[in-house]
């Protein structure tokens, strides 16, 4: 399989990476048409291909989505014969992505010095727990230490209980999306000029802290503790929160200025309570947030989820459902975004390409499939390899195939 269309096709990522944040990076790049192709161990593999539910097929559901549009080769890259393999490889690619423990590609003989006398242009993309500098750098490190040192689980929760940490891996996810941006500023400096390859590093807790990004100058400028505070807004800046409908159902309520919550409590309470001269101002909401939590969530427990959106809608105040999956299967908005995809002939659905571009959209191609190395044989040959060539590798190991 090779992509033929998209903004990015004519961009060749080499993926090196295993399990969450570099997979993220190369599926995002191959949803707008960039030719990611993916190296794995032969007989071995990605362990991402086990670290989930299974398909009625039997492959992994988050293999299948991260994988998605990828051309998949199993290298042993660290023999001579594979590091020759990868050379051919660096020297026709734009992007290299990398996730492993800072070393792994020094000691192998990979290191970005190298990499470069093969492509001086090539982009290096590395992802590692704490960077490739500081005191830090050589320790293991997995997402949920990212979500700790960035401060988000630390703000998260509830001021008298334990920290926590999200529900989805967000360190590597985002992590993943900001190696994206990364390598499109590199290949950017390279196609203007201004420098020619250089190396993308991240650590992965650098995202979040970035994305986070206010906690630093409230502490710093403000002088004020950045805490956890249950389901307000930062600081309890504006009325917020999370309440239970009649129906069971959970329905969220925010407001990001004195005016869009005033609406919340009109809404709510009825004009003269909003009018009270305490809510002209965000200090004053945040002065009287138990009173609003508590009337809000009133009110929301007198309806049913839906009913209770409508009326705050009516009042042109931010209310919202909160979703479980299958709610989001059923919505009628993300369904006119077109926002869940999938190929024909596979159950499995995953979400679409974001942005939306209208000119030059991503989309999916195909989904990750579960033949390890299932496009060995046909990158080699495009490498230049003569069946010979190509026995020889799968028969010493270097190479892996379906069924080899």
């Not at 033929?4 to 399990?19: A, C, M, T, Y």
């Not at 409230?218 to 956890?228: E, F």
């Not at 009270?276 to 965000?282: A, G, I, M």
């Not at 959209?361 to 990158?379: F, I, K, N």
Request: with cysteine.
């Amino acid at each position: 399989m090779k992509v033929k269309d998209g903004p990015l096709s004519d961009l060749r990522v080499i993926e090196l990476g295993h399990v969450i944040a570099a997979p993220m990076c190369g599926a995002l790049l191959s949803d707008f048409g960039a030719e990611v192709i993916k190296i794995e161990r032969p007989g071995q593999g990605d362990m991402l291909r086990v670290l989930s539910a299974r398909a009625k097929d039997g492959v992994g559901v988050w293999w299948k989505t991260l994988a998605r549009n990828k051309r998949l080769v199993a290298l042993d890259w660290k023999t001579d014969e594979g590091r020759e393999v990868l050379r051919r490889l660096v020297e026709n690619a734009q992007v290299l992505i990398e996730n492993f423990r800072p070393g792994v590609l020094e000691r192998a003989g990979l290191a970005p010095e190298v990499l470069h006398e093969w492509n001086p242009d090539l982009v290096i993309v590395r992802i590692s727990g704490y960077g490739q500098t500081g005191p830090r750098s050589s320790w293991p490190g997995f997402g949920r230490a990212g979500e700790a040192m960035s401060g988000l689980a630390n703000m998260t929760g509830f001021a008298d209980n334990a920290p926590m940490h999200p529900g989805f891996p967000a360190a590597d996810s985002t992590t993943g999306l900001m190696a994206a941006y990364g390598a499109m500023m590199a290949l950017h400096a390279v196609h203007n000029g201004s420098a020619r390859g250089q190396v993308v590093d991240l650590a992965i807790f650098e995202p979040l802290l970035r994305l986070i990004d206010y906690h630093v100058p409230t502490r710093t400028g403000a002088g004020l503790p950045v805490d956890r505070n249950g389901l307000q807004a930062p600081n309890a800046y504006a009325p917020a929160g999370v309440f239970r409908a009649r129906d069971g159902k959970w329905v969220t309520v925010s407001a990001g200025s004195a005016a869009t919550g005033r609406r919340l409590l009109e809404a709510a309470g009825g004009q003269e309570w909003a009018e009270q001269p305490q809510f002209q101002s965000l200090d004053g909401f945040a002065d009287h947030t138990e009173e609003i939590v508590d009337r809000l969530g009133a009110f929301v427990a007198q309806h049913d989820a839906q009913k209770a959106i409508d009326i705050f809608k009516s009042h042109d105040a931010v209310a919202a459902m909160v979703y479980d999956v299958d709610d989001i299967l059923a919505d009628p908005q993300i369904a006119a975004r077109g926002d869940i995809v999938g190929v024909e002939g596979d159950d499995t659905r995953v979400v679409g390409p974001v942005p939306k571009l209208d000119k030059t959209p991503g989309r999916l191609r195909w989904l990750g499939r579960g033949e390890l190395g299932a496009d060995s044989r046909a990158v080699l040959e495009e490498l230049g390899f003569d069946p010979e060539q190509i026995a020889a590798l799968i028969d010493n190991g270097t190479v892996g195939e379906p069924d080899s």
